[in-house]
């Protein structure tokens, strides 16, 4: 009758609202495959987590998990080989980042190949929970996700940020509040820009002075500070267990006064920018005369770029290159070394050229692969190094892409954290224009330069630059939302991307920063 087909609707519209379907939750990344089901699972008292096969750092995956939901459920969720609703299944010993999770009424399981791939899946997991899972003290919540599957897989090998801690120093306890978050999003290189002309922020056992003198200061003249080697290796071994590689740079010949102020011996003769540039294009010197009366330059805290760089004709120089680099190959076990090489525009061009070639030879010899600011494109490159894409230029790109290696995509129009969103922005720069969310969202990195596919490209990495950003809260404002947006770039392929629907979810994560105090930018672009 139509009285009970009526009813049927009713009842089926009510079950609609009391049971949201999987696909509506606010997963970022996206992942790439999500199947409906009916029902939802709940974890109660009594859920436990349960692991299945071998690996070193399964049990570790598993206590992540279980340390992430027990605060604000305030439930035991032990973590055994024996029993638990919430599986967690490694079925290989493989570096896979790919993971599937099947979600029924009775159990979740997450299972991957990799234990990469089983850490992701433990992320998709904690987000589909409610929001308040993020609370550091006990909520009363159901705590209910939609049954269904998910298929998942990163698009790029490489889905990086990068913290610059030269121009202003970041405490080691901010770098990992900032790994926390990157975890959340499935982000797995972390690049800290280590050098410029304001700051050297990692000891050096064998040029002490560098950090004596060259990590003093900052831009503002403010204290400055940097890294022992063991405060370095704890930020690799707490990025590491969150499956972040750290990637680090010394940035050369260019972006080097604070190794110049630090040894007067290093230093051909450029000095601070005095807002007369054509003094300093001269550069460089006579070495010979520079030798006989090494002076060290000033140390400098303003934030220009482009007008210092190291005396690439002088053999000294490359003994440096060399100890700096076997010290800080030694106590990073990931593949990559960056070697800096932007706006080096006090170079000559045939000794940057000379330059970037024997020092790319001095990181292979240590065992690591060079990348280098796209401009190192210009020399010749070794099979298997990166250039990393910033400027609006495609040249560079092009000239490695020609030489056959990988470029890394940083386009600063898109991915640059420190651009102001617009002209009211509280802080950050704006020469490369302003980057609204939907801006730094709407991209794709295959269709920045003409021809290109996804093998021509090993990733996308979003860097903060530091003139601007002091403290946490800056921090927060300039890489939240937009941090997001850049990992949804990385890891979701292109065809299920929609900033319609990166809108909605983002504005889901922004009630989790909301409760873990995250100072984010309320873009206008979304409705909070
Ligand atoms: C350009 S991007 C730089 C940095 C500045 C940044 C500020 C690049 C490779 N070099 O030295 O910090 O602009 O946005």
Same mark, same amino acid.
């Given at each position: 009758?139509?009285?009970?087909?009526?009813?049927?609707?009713?009842?089926?519209?009510?079950?609609?609202?009391?049971?949201? $379907?999987?696909? +509506?939750?606010? !997963?970022?990344? $996206?992942?790439?495959?999500?199947?409906?089901?009916?029902?939802?699972? #709940? $974890?109660?008292? /009594?859920?436990?987590?349960?692991?299945?096969?071998?690996?070193?750092?399964?049990?570790?995956?598993?206590?992540?998990?279980? =340390?992430?939901?027990?605060?604000?459920?305030?439930? +035991?969720?032990?973590?055994?080989?024996?029993?638990?609703?919430?599986?967690?299944?490694?079925?290989?010993? &493989?570096?896979?980042?790919a993971y599937e999770i099947d979600i029924s009424e009775e159990e979740i399981k997450i299972a991957s190949s990799g234990e990469a791939g089983l850490f992701y899946g433990v992320q998709t997991v904690l987000q589909l929970f409610p929001k308040e899972i993020v609370n550091k003290s006990v909520q009363s919540v159901d705590w209910a996700i939609p049954t269904g599957s998910i298929k998942d897989e990163p698009t790029f090998g @490489?889905?990086?940020?990068?913290?610059? %801690?030269?121009?202003?120093?970041?405490?080691?306890?901010?770098?990992?509040?900032?790994?926390?978050?990157m975890a959340v999003y499935k982000f797995n290189?972390?690049?800290?820009?280590?050098? +410029?002309?304001?700051?050297? *922020?990692? /000891?050096?056992?064998?040029?002490?002075?560098?950090?004596?003198? &060259?990590?003093?200061? #900052?831009?503002?003249? &403010?204290?400055?500070g940097f890294y022992t080697q063991e405060q370095y290796k704890e930020i690799v071994a707490y990025a590491a267990d969150r499956f972040i590689t750290i990637v680090p740079e010394i940035d050369m010949p260019g972006h080097t006064n604070s190794v110049l102020a630090s040894y007067g011996e290093l230093n051909p003769g450029v000095n601070l920018p005095d807002g007369d540039f054509s003094t300093v294009t001269k550069a460089p010197l006579e070495y010979e005369v520079m030798l006989k009366v090494p002076q060290a330059s000033e140390l400098y805290t303003g934030i220009e770029v482009g007008w210092s760089t190291f005396a690439? *004709?002088?053999?000294?120089? @490359?003994?440096? %290159?060399?100890?700096?680099?076997? =010290?800080?190959?030694?106590?990073?076990?990931?593949? @990559?070394?960056?070697?800096?090489?932007?706006?080096?525009?006090?170079t000559e061009k045939g000794d940057y !050229? @000379?330059?970037?070639?024997?020092?790319?030879?001095?990181?292979?010899?240590?065992?690591?692969?060079?990348?280098?600011? +796209? #401009? %190192?494109?210009?020399?010749?490159?070794l099979p298997g190094n990166i250039a990393q894409y910033w400027s609006r230029e495609d040249e560079n790109a092009k000239l490695a892409n020609e030489q056959g290696n990988q470029i890394l995509m940083s386009p600063n129009t898109r991915a640059y954290l420190d651009m102001q969103y617009d002209s009211t922005s509280r802080i950050g720069l704006h020469w490369a224009g302003y980057v609204e969310l939907d801006k730094a969202y709407s991209w794709e990195p295959t269709e920045l330069i003409e021809g290109f596919t996804n093998a021509d490209i090993l990733g996308v990495e979003a860097p903060l630059w530091t003139e601007t950003v002091t403290n946490r809260a800056d921090i927060d404002y300039l890489a939240f939302p937009r941090l997001t947006a850049i990992a949804e770039v990385a890891w979701t392929r292109k065809e299920v991307r929609r900033w319609e629907s990166y809108k909605r979810r983002v504005s889901s994560h922004g009630e989790r920063w909301d409760i873990q105090g995250v100072q984010f930018y309320k873009s206008p672009t979304v409705s909070w």
């Amino acid at each position: 009758s139509r009285l009970s087909l009526l009813l049927v609707a009713t009842l089926a519209l009510g079950a609609c609202k009391e049971s949201p $379907l999987l696909s +509506d939750s606010a !997963v970022i990344p $996206l992942p790439q495959e999500i199947r409906n089901a009916s029902g939802s699972f #709940e $974890l109660t008292p /009594e859920t436990g987590i349960k692991l299945i096969g071998t690996g070193e750092r399964l049990t570790k995956i598993g206590e992540h998990l279980a =340390e992430k939901l027990r605060p604000a459920t305030g439930f +035991d969720i032990p973590v055994s080989f024996d029993a638990g609703q919430l599986v967690l299944e490694l079925t290989g010993n &493989g570096d896979s980042e790919a993971y599937e999770i099947d979600i029924s009424e009775e159990e979740i399981k997450i299972a991957s190949s990799g234990e990469a791939g089983l850490f992701y899946g433990v992320q998709t997991v904690l987000q589909l929970f409610p929001k308040e899972i993020v609370n550091k003290s006990v909520q009363s919540v159901d705590w209910a996700i939609p049954t269904g599957s998910i298929k998942d897989e990163p698009t790029f090998g @490489y889905r990086g940020s990068m913290l610059d %801690v030269a121009r202003h120093f970041i405490s080691i306890e901010d770098v990992k509040y900032y790994i926390d978050h990157m975890a959340v999003y499935k982000f797995n290189y972390l690049h800290l820009h280590l050098t +410029d002309d304001q700051g050297w *922020r990692i /000891e050096i056992k064998s040029w002490p002075k560098l950090t004596e003198i &060259g990590g003093s200061t #900052e831009v503002g003249g &403010g204290d400055g500070g940097f890294y022992t080697q063991e405060q370095y290796k704890e930020i690799v071994a707490y990025a590491a267990d969150r499956f972040i590689t750290i990637v680090p740079e010394i940035d050369m010949p260019g972006h080097t006064n604070s190794v110049l102020a630090s040894y007067g011996e290093l230093n051909p003769g450029v000095n601070l920018p005095d807002g007369d540039f054509s003094t300093v294009t001269k550069a460089p010197l006579e070495y010979e005369v520079m030798l006989k009366v090494p002076q060290a330059s000033e140390l400098y805290t303003g934030i220009e770029v482009g007008w210092s760089t190291f005396a690439t *004709r002088l053999e000294l120089t @490359y003994a440096f %290159v060399d100890s700096v680099t076997r =010290e800080i190959s030694e106590i990073t076990p990931g593949p @990559y070394f960056h070697i800096g090489g932007d706006e080096s525009h006090v170079t000559e061009k045939g000794d940057y !050229v @000379y330059f970037v070639e024997r020092v790319q030879d001095i990181v292979s010899k240590y065992g690591k692969t060079s990348i280098g600011w +796209d #401009e %190192v494109a210009t020399a010749k490159l070794l099979p298997g190094n990166i250039a990393q894409y910033w400027s609006r230029e495609d040249e560079n790109a092009k000239l490695a892409n020609e030489q056959g290696n990988q470029i890394l995509m940083s386009p600063n129009t898109r991915a640059y954290l420190d651009m102001q969103y617009d002209s009211t922005s509280r802080i950050g720069l704006h020469w490369a224009g302003y980057v609204e969310l939907d801006k730094a969202y709407s991209w794709e990195p295959t269709e920045l330069i003409e021809g290109f596919t996804n093998a021509d490209i090993l990733g996308v990495e979003a860097p903060l630059w530091t003139e601007t950003v002091t403290n946490r809260a800056d921090i927060d404002y300039l890489a939240f939302p937009r941090l997001t947006a850049i990992a949804e770039v990385a890891w979701t392929r292109k065809e299920v991307r929609r900033w319609e629907s990166y809108k909605r979810r983002v504005s889901s994560h922004g009630e989790r920063w909301d409760i873990q105090g995250v100072q984010f930018y309320k873009s206008p672009t979304v409705s909070w």
